[in-house]
């Protein structure tokens, strides 16, 4: 990684960012705002943190000269009113936040604006947008639920050859609003209740609002659409505890790392 790669000129739309997190994400939240910061090639017009109300996330923000959102304003029903989970799990939480992803278009100022998973940190440049095509980065595996949500809500298969699943993602808001205004022509009801209406409530893994959204706009015109490899790495080892040598190291490869230690949005079920 070097020098020069750190250097090139920020350019194309400005954006904003949009990131749901909870207390737990405190530990790699304010890498993964300093990576954007670093490593996003587009102008950011504003880092919107969207969260329960909490004191630490309102004074991280404050402190990162980032937007704080109560999630309870976001959705016309709070976190309480999902019932997704088993005897084993508990993927409640874990819907709720995609589903604020997915009203993203009413926080946000831009036309474009990229989501970010508060546990995803970048480590090498990325760009969103390149001759007026979006680009999205993309892995080769994801979960067969997925796609099965993906046919109900939408009346046909996912035509992606790869999966869009990879933590971060640009969302354009009007074909954003498009895609929940098709949801709501065929189901006849609000985009979030066809979508709660659809996942099978009996296996984990009912939905993805990336793989939605990025086979929505790949369907209506796949010439518009670049494709990347994601190369992202989870690891385990606190990001606190990485140093500069090793990150360097790792960016040879990867272009982004995940540091999966969530709870809240990912619970197992009590006893």
Request: aromatic share 12%; hydrophobic share 35%; charged share 25%.
């Amino acid at each position: 990684m070097s020098d020069a790669s750190e250097n090139v000129t920020k350019s194309g739309p400005s954006i904003d960012v949009l990131i749901p997190a909870i207390e737990k994400d405190l530990a790699t939240l304010p890498h993964v705002i300093d990576s954007l910061r670093r490593y996003v090639r587009h102008p950011i017009s504003h880092i919107y943190i969207v969260s329960p109300n909490s004191s630490k996330i309102r004074k991280l923000c404050s402190r990162k000269n980032c937007v704080f959102v109560d999630e309870t304003t976001v959705l016309p029903f709070t976190k309480k009113a999902i019932r997704y989970s088993s005897s084993r799990w508990n993927r409640s939480g874990w819907l709720y936040q995609q589903l604020l992803k997915m009203n993203g278009d009413h926080i946000c100022r831009e036309k474009f604006f990229l989501v970010v998973d508060a546990d995803t940190v970048l480590i090498r440049p990325h760009r969103f947008r390149s001759g007026g095509k979006s680009i999205f980065y993309c892995r080769n595996w994801s979960q067969p639920e997925y796609f099965r949500t993906y046919r109900k809500l939408l009346g046909a298969a996912a035509p992606s050859p790869k999966s869009f699943v990879t933590h971060y993602m640009l969302f354009e808001s009007a074909k954003l609003a498009s895609l929940k205004r098709t949801i709501e022509a065929r189901h006849g009801m609000p985009w979030h209740a066809a979508i709660l209406r659809s996942i099978n409530k009996k296996r984990q893994f009912g939905f993805s609002e990336f793989e939605t959204y990025a086979n929505y706009v790949y369907s209506r015109n796949s010439a518009a659409v670049l494709l990347r490899n994601a190369n992202n790495k989870s690891l385990s080892t606190p990001v606190a505890a990485l140093g500069q040598e090793r990150i360097q190291r790792l960016a040879r490869t990867y272009r982004s790392l995940s540091f999966h230690q969530r709870k809240g949005y990912s619970t197992p079920a009590k006893p």
